[in-house]
């Protein structure tokens, strides 16, 4: 449960100036000890350069930065990773030709060990976690799915006491959100606090104990999250939410466009998924969707449809 005492992170006044946007302005931010809090704002509200202030990459104009209590100033990303502050990106940081070890034993350093090394404590924690993860595996044979959680043990690895995640369930099915969602609210309960940033709202009132909201780069309200509605917290987002619900009518489909019947294929990689006897219909003038939980096929399908493999 949060301590209501001494604030793991707490920002006060925190701004920066870009030419000809201000892009923060004097940010208030509070974050306890096993606290679930997201950061909302609608594109360009200022969540990524706030973020990045914390994690160290940018340097604010002006404002406080209290870290468990002591005031400090984030030099660099170096220095928040030995504070104990991990950030996962929306746009993933892995090198596709090595192995999730290599990449692992890249971020921390050689006093962590050789990724040989490393193996067993990649297991253990991912395994632990609920994300199991073969650090054998090369990077490029990994599901998006499974690249985010190589970010995300990667930061576990390391004694981790904020964890920052942008947008992470943008590039996941339902079925991987509600297993992360089991793995943050095990940390949390940990003492681990979680700065989660989302645009998806029904995901934030279940997961998330508190909210501050930035509008414009400044912050236009703080909630729980869990006793507002998607338009309520809409309404701090971008302040007059009217139109934000609409019924799109879907297509009708004519003549069948493409047919594939009992597609079958044999996929040489060990870690890979084959393809047993798929029947596909797809008509003209309408959209089919492929669904399913990441690694389960629809990446071989698509490239069988499209001719990238034979």
């Not at 996929?267 to 003038?285: K, T």
Request: net charge negative; aromatic share 4%.
């Amino acid at each position: 449960m949060p301590d209501s005492q001494t604030a793991r992170l707490q920002l006060c006044g925190i701004t920066k100036q870009y030419p000809g946007c201000l892009a923060n302005d004097r940010i208030d931010l509070s974050i306890q000890p096993g606290e679930i809090h997201a950061l909302l704002g609608e594109n360009g509200a200022g969540k990524s350069t706030l973020m990045k202030i914390i994690y160290g990459v940018t340097q604010p104009d002006a404002g406080k930065i209290h870290w468990q209590g002591e005031r400090v100033t984030m030099r660099d990303p170096a220095q928040a990773r030995e504070r104990g502050i991990g950030m996962v990106f929306q746009h993933f940081s892995l090198f596709e030709t090595l192995s999730v070890a290599e990449n692992i034993a890249l971020a921390l350093g050689a006093k962590a060990g050789t990724p040989k090394q490393l193996e067993p404590k990649i297991r253990e924690v991912s395994q632990r976690y609920g994300m199991p993860l073969e650090p054998r595996r090369l990077v490029h044979s990994l599901s998006i799915g499974e690249r985010q959680r190589v970010e995300i043990i990667r930061c576990l690895m390391q004694d981790i006491r904020l964890l920052i995640l942008d947008e992470p369930t943008s590039v996941l099915t339902p079925q991987e959100a509600d297993e992360l969602f089991v793995t943050l609210r095990r940390l949390a309960a940990e003492g681990c606090s979680i700065l989660f940033i989302s645009h998806k709202l029904n995901e934030v009132r279940a997961l998330c104990q508190s909210a501050t909201v930035l509008r414009a780069g400044r912050v236009s309200g703080e909630c729980i999250p869990a006793e507002c509605s998607d338009l309520e917290l809409a309404r701090l987002m971008v302040g007059d939410a009217e139109g934000l619900e609409a019924e799109y009518p879907k297509s009708e489909g004519r003549a069948p466009f493409l047919r594939v019947e009992r597609l079958s294929w044999h996929n040489a990689d060990p870690f890979g998924v084959s393809l047993e006897e798929v029947d596909l219909e797809v008509r003209a003038g309408e959209i089919v969707g492929i669904a399913g939980v990441a690694g389960n096929g629809q990446d071989e399908l698509l490239a069988l449809l499209s001719g990238e493999q034979r």
